[in-house]
Structure formats: C-alpha cells, structure tokens
C-alpha cells in the first residue's frame, strides 16, 4: 500500500509544481489551451515516470532477491492466464485514462468557431504577412508583412547580439486580449509551420491549402516565435512576434493602422506627380535592400553562387530598365524571387531598383521614379 499512496501522490502533486519556468520543460504560456496541454504534458510526464520506477524497481529488487548466489531456484511455469489479463488490462486501462484527457484538448484546440477576430497568415520565403479579415463582425482591412530585424551586423558578429536575437520584427502581429483569435494559414512557395509557444499553437502553412487554429491570450504582452518547419537557407530568420494589447488599445491601435493604410495610398498617390532625387533613392534604396534582398543577394550584391545570382554587374541589373522593374514587382517562377509589388510602397519600390542599378558599381545612371512603377503596374492590371 506504501507504494500505491506514493505513486498516487506523486501523481496529484508533481503536476502542480511550478517546472514551467524551467528551460527544459514546456511553458505554462497565457492561455487556457495552453495551460491545459502543460497540465496534460506534466500527468503523463509522471504517469511515465511511475511506471518507470515500479517496473525497474520490481526488476532490481527480482534480480537482487532472487539472484544464483543466495541458491534461488527459477520457478517453473508458462504462459500463466492470470498474469497474462494482468499485463494487457492495466496498460489498457492507463493509456484510457490518459487518452480522454489528451481528446478533450485536441477537440478544444481544433474549435475555431464564433472567434471575434479572424486573420489569415501567410508565409514565404522569409516572412510573414498578416491580414485582418474581420473583426466583430466588421471589416478589418488592414494589411503587413512582417520580417526579421535584426541587423546583418549582429548576424556577422560585428555587433554584440541582442537580447532578442533573431527573433525581433519590423511589425510584430497585433491581437487583443480576452478575445477568440482564428487564424487561417497558408503559404506563397514553399511549407511554413506558425509557431508561438506561450499560445500553444503550432501550424503548418502549405502552399494551396488553408489551415486553421486560433488563440485566446489572457495576459498583454510579448510573445515570441518562430517558423518551426525547415522552409529553406533561411529559415532561422523567419520569427513570428505577437504582441497582445487590452481590448480598448487594440481598437486604438486597429482604427489608427486603418487610417494609415488610407494616408499611404493617398501619398503614394501625390508620389506620381514628384521626381525623387538620386540621393533621396538610394538613401532609401539601401535601407531597403538590406531589410528585404541582402539575405539572397548578399549585402555585397555579389549573392550566393550557385544559390542565389550577384546583382552586381548582372544583365537584370545593367539590361534594360522595364524588364528590372517586372521582376521586382512580380518576381520569377520557379525560383526563390519573391514578388514585392504588394510588399512595398511605390516610393520604397522605386528607390530600391534604383539603388540596385548604382550600386557596387553598376552606375547605370537610371533613376526609376514612382510613377514608372505605377506605370507598369497599371500595365498588367
């Protein structure tokens, strides 16, 4: 009996006990599911670990007990009835018992009926966008890519790294507290997996297909991720940051991104009838190069050989200005080319063609200005 009210107790209590703040153990996280597929890891986690120590201790204790030097004799019998119900019917009756448990948080983790506020996140090689569909029962239209921030100096080691290496974004995805978040996921190229520990949801985003899940965060706050699905050379600088505001700054924050988005077409609009200057583009240009191709080509326009092609010098770079542009806006099929027409403003657009033209050398002297972009999109609408 000693052994049974030992066993029990530490199934009752060892689950309780705070290990999540531990770097080897699961994170309690901030939300209910999250909580409760922490509770559920920690039961089975034990129940694991007692029936380890009965079963390796009965066997210890047989070998020592029983051993050729004390003149044990081996018993003699085979294929015993009772042992054999024995050892099929306790197992069966362990693994039930964990299993309805582990069904209840499944079930809870797949429901992502009546949520308040729906997002679709899409993944490609290296970011993520993020578009607020509907929120209480209104439309969210806005919309952001969301990519890594970290300097390539860090990365290079020519910078002491930061407290949130690798895992800092221009525009972390915004979300209120107390309220039913649906995701749907999906992907432009290749399989991603959205991955936030602290909300317990991790999903793969395939190319064709939408996925589902959705959160409810209990606490505001910062909460960190990443892409946990091998998408490509940089799948290491693909993080995921959430930040959970109160409902009322949520609001605040989704009514003011809104105003936004109609204040940049509005200046991207003023932006056809103004000629940019080359300082102003390549000021800009170089900024955004660095945040958005150094990772394929290299911040040496050079690239990767036979991975990803130089710029430096290049036909696309030195060709013909029209043909650069189009493959800017709409990248190129079959290759890891992204295209940026809906990830950058015509300004940002224009400069960083522009830069990608007179730099390292190139010089061609072109000056891409807004309204050629716009331009040529109009073409292909």
Request: net charge neutral; proline share 4%.
């Amino acid at each position: 009996m000693g052994v049974v009210r030992f066993t029990l107790w530490l199934i009752l209590l060892i689950p309780q006990l705070s290990f999540a703040n531990s770097s080897l153990n699961m994170r309690t996280g901030v939300t209910d599911i999250s909580e409760n597929v922490y509770q559920l890891h920690m039961i089975i986690f034990m129940i694991c670990c007692v029936i380890g120590i009965i079963v390796f201790g009965l066997m210890f204790w047989a070998i020592f007990r029983h051993r050729k030097s004390k003149g044990a004799k081996p018993a003699q019998f085979h294929e015993s009835t009772k042992i054999e119900i024995l050892w099929t019917a306790i197992p069966f009756i362990i693994l039930i018992g964990m299993a309805v448990p582990a069904t209840k948080a499944l079930i809870a983790m797949e429901d992502t009926s009546k949520a308040d506020l729906t997002i679709k996140i899409t993944g490609s090689q290296w970011k993520w966008h993020y578009e607020y569909l509907t929120y209480e029962g209104k439309k969210g239209d806005v919309d952001f890519y969301s990519i890594m921030s970290t300097s390539q100096d860090q990365i290079t080691n020519k910078e002491t790294k930061g407290e949130h290496y690798l895992l800092e974004v221009d525009k972390p995805l915004v979300i209120p507290t107390d309220k039913k978040v649906r995701f749907l996921m999906t992907s432009d190229d290749v399989i991603h997996s959205w991955w936030v520990p602290d909300f317990a949801v991790k999903k793969d985003a395939n190319p064709g297909f939408i996925n589902e899940a959705w959160t409810r965060v209990n606490t505001p706050g910062t909460y960190r991720g990443q892409c946990a699905e091998l998408c490509g050379k940089d799948h290491g600088f693909m993080p995921v940051v959430v930040v959970a505001k109160a409902p009322a700054e949520f609001d605040a924050w989704l009514s003011d991104s809104q105003k936004e988005k109609q204040n940049a077409a509005q200046a991207d609009q003023a932006l056809l009838s103004q000629t940019l200057s080359k300082e102003e583009l390549m000021t800009l240009g170089q900024q955004v190069y660095m945040s958005s191709c150094a990772a394929c080509h290299q911040p040496t326009g050079l690239g990767i050989p036979g991975v990803f092609p130089g710029l430096k010098a290049s036909p696309i770079a030195l060709g013909d200005v029209n043909a650069h542009i189009d493959v800017v806006l709409h990248g190129t099929p079959g290759t890891a080319m992204q295209a940026f027409a809906k990830q950058l403003t015509l300004k940002q657009l224009a400069a960083i063609v522009t830069y990608e033209r007179n730099a390292w050398g190139n010089d061609t002297g072109d000056l891409v200005q807004p309204s050629q972009i716009k331009a040529r999109l109009g073409g292909d609408e």
